[in-house]
């Protein structure tokens, strides 16, 4: 089965001194839920952002279903995070003056074309068939990162990722919005998804752990939801 992630020898440096990412190199199948923790700085987010197209490596190569998008153009990169990308943040970036109908067929109008039929589904399957007409302002953060999941799944992405989608929710709300992730990855969704919480980094499949811009541990979760991990593969930091 061909991976959908590929990143060889990715090093991100800011300044020109410093390697953020230092030399960074993991595939990642269809199907499976990694999860991405390391310590504040250790580049996560960095990683992320390379792999979503919203930043470039310095050197080494990110490639998506085959394609190595570290070349890209802009626009290239635009239409590529378009066609393939669901995008979810701890922050929620929905449109203030929208409804939550609106903010997710804003999503599908970037995309193709709009179907509000559609956007109401998704946005059932996260349990917010009662809350289409109200605005960001008039709706929980649970539901407002609930929203930001619909407007990520409306266009079928291949991959979703997540750069700490429970950071701002309380515990019942995490339990949520993760319950929903678990349905996604039993429907088959690749998932990749930073975290600080230890709890989360047990689910899914795969957990990376980076220090310092590399790879310290790739772990398995080899029975899903019981916690017991074992080494996907010695890494040598
Ligand atoms: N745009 C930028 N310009 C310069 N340095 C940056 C930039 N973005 C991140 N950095 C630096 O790169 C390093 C890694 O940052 P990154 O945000 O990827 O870490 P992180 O692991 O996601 O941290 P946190 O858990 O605090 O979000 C940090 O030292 C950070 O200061």
Redesign the pocket.
């Given at each position: 089965m061909q991976e959908i992630i590929v990143a060889k020898d990715l090093i991100k440096s800011?300044?020109g001194t410093q390697n953020?990412l230092d030399g960074l190199d993991f595939a990642i199948r269809p199907g499976e839920w990694t999860n991405i923790m390391?310590?504040?700085?250790?580049?996560?987010?960095?990683?992320l952002?390379i792999v979503s197209g919203l930043d470039k490596p310095t050197s080494g190569s990110i490639s998506i279903n085959g394609v190595d998008i570290s070349r890209h153009s802009e626009n290239e990169l635009a239409r590529f995070r378009r066609e393939n990308l669901g995008l979810v943040f701890q922050q929620y970036h929905l449109m203030t003056f929208l409804t939550a109908l609106e903010n997710v067929m804003l999503a599908q109008h970037f995309h193709s074309v709009v179907d509000e039929t559609e956007a109401k589904d998704v946005l059932a399957k996260v349990g917010l068939g009662h809350r289409l007409h109200h605005r960001p302002a008039h709706m929980s953060g649970g539901e407002q990162q609930r929203v930001c999941i619909a407007r990520a799944l409306v266009n079928r992405p291949k991959l979703l990722l997540a750069d700490?989608p429970t950071g701002n929710l309380d515990q019942k709300n995490s339990k949520i919005v993760l319950d929903i992730f678990k349905e996604l990855h039993a429907e088959g969704h690749t998932i990749v998804m930073?975290t600080?919480a230890e709890e989360i980094g047990k689910m899914g499949d795969r957990l990376l752990r980076?220090l310092d811009?590399r790879i310290i541990a790739d772990i398995c979760n080899s029975d899903r939801g019981s916690g017991e991990q074992h080494y996907c593969k010695a890494v040598n930091a």
């Open positions: 800011y300044d953020v390391g310590p504040s700085g250790s580049g996560k987010t960095t990683l952002n700490e930073v600080h980076l811009g």
